[in-house]
């Protein structure tokens, strides 16, 4: 069986992997100072949902587009410009002061996330275009573990910057971050053979579609891969740290450490169960995911007691997403895996989106917090039901 560390020996995902690392961490650092000063203007709590929105908006509404630049453009190249625009829209939320200006800072996040996303996407495209098999699985892993390190890093370490530096400065520390990946990105060495795409941008783009369309197989896959989508708890947590515990704990450090405890949980949990997931298997983890949110919608009352409910929570969601990935990109022809992986995103993404305004409606609504997090904890019991027809259907096991 292959290890995380011989996946690691092989050059390319290597220094990519350090990328990501240093990237990752510096978005995560200045997410606590996003939302933790869109709090302090006195934002609402649609208006935290809506914000929580545009980072994901992008990979909903461009994905077509963005599938055509995955396959058309350079990797390195493409890599480097994207880097490039993540740092002058990071610079540019130092100068939002007020929630007059709040749209300004929706479009900064948007084209922002715009590149985050095809960043995302790009790599995915790449990494079964230079790994296989188990390598590739370890690779996705890796990919998933090093999102949740950083996660629970740049939560805590931003929650705490956030408090006792202010805002701003974690958004200068993030910019220097990029900056750095920047510059090890000049270092990555790439050997792939170039698939040479001749069609004009339309065709290009009507042709992903059909293929698509004709793969049933990958458009459930898709679907499956987007119910993970349920675990978008930024609003969430957000609510929660305004609403239910700031009496006890400044709401930077509140978010801070409610997404580092459950980033521990997204750490740790493929080194627990990631060999137990198979095809045969994969309902009982969406049973078990669906469980453990239940879990910390019973415990929210307390602060301390709801930490050890979003660790729970964190464990199965990296496996989930990384095994549910695999499949699709085991699924897909190498010629149209750029537009198949944008398309993957963007449902994934519009999955986020649609569970953020719920969010933020229901509470709105007065659905109490305990409710909407229960909700989305039974969703994953229709998403079980739904795979063990996929399964009966689709695959041979």
């Known amino acids: 069986m292959m290890s995380y560390l011989d996946t690691l020996k092989h050059p390319t995902i290597r220094r990519l992997s350090l990328i990501q690392f240093i990237s990752y961490f510096g978005t995560w650092f200045s997410q606590v100072a996003l939302f933790s000063k869109i709090v302090f203007l006195g934002a609402d709590a649609l208006t935290i949902a809506m914000t929580a929105t545009m980072a994901m908006l992008p990979a909903v509404v461009l994905a077509p587009i963005i599938g055509l630049i995955i396959d058309r453009i350079d990797f390195k190249k493409l890599m480097g410009i994207l880097l490039m625009v993540e740092i002058s829209m990071t610079i540019g939320f130092i100068f939002i002061n007020s929630l007059e200006y709040i749209w300004v800072l929706m479009i900064l996040i948007f084209i922002r996330s715009t590149a985050a996303s095809m960043l995302f996407s790009a790599e995915m495209a790449l990494f079964p275009k230079i790994v296989s098999g188990e ?45 750095i990946a920047l510059i090890l990105l000049l270092g990555l060495s790439l050997s792939i053979e170039r698939i040479a795409h001749n069609e004009s941008n339309y065709e290009m783009f009507k042709n992903g579609l059909l293929y698509l369309k004709s793969q049933k197989k990958i458009l459930h896959l898709i679907l499956l891969h987007a119910s993970l989508g349920l675990t978008s708890f930024d609003t969430l947590i957000t609510l929660l740290a305004d609403l239910q515990y700031q009496t006890l704990l400044a709401i930077p450090l509140a978010i801070g450490w409610m997404n580092a405890t459950r980033a521990l949980g997204l750490l740790i949990g493929p080194f627990l169960i990631s060999s137990l997931v198979s095809k045969g298997t994969l309902h009982y983890f969406f049973i078990a995911q669906g469980l453990a949110i239940i879990l910390w919608s019973k415990l929210e009352y307390n602060f301390y007691f709801a ?6 929570t964190g464990l199965f969601i990296t496996t989930l997403w990384s095994y549910t990935y695999l499949l699709i990109q085991e699924e897909t022809e190498p010629f149209y895996l750029g537009r198949v992986i944008s398309y993957n995103d963007m449902f994934f993404m519009l999955s986020n989106i649609v569970t953020a305004l719920f969010i ?20 994953f019991f229709v998403v079980a039901l739904y795979y063990l027809w996929f399964k009966k259907h689709y695959l041979d096991v």
């Open 307 to 312: 930490l050890i409910g979003l660790f729970v």
């Open 135 to 179: 390598m590739l699985k370890n690779t996705n892993e890796i990919h998933s573990i090093i999102w949740s390190l950083c996660y629970a890093l740049g939560m805590a370490v931003g929650g705490i910057a956030t408090y006792y530096m202010g805002f701003n400065i974690a958004f200068i520390f993030d910019a220097f971050l990029y900056s």
């Open 360 to 379: 933020g409606y229901a509470s709105t609504w007065g659905l109490s917090l305990e409710a909407i997090t229960f909700t989305l904890g039974t969703g």
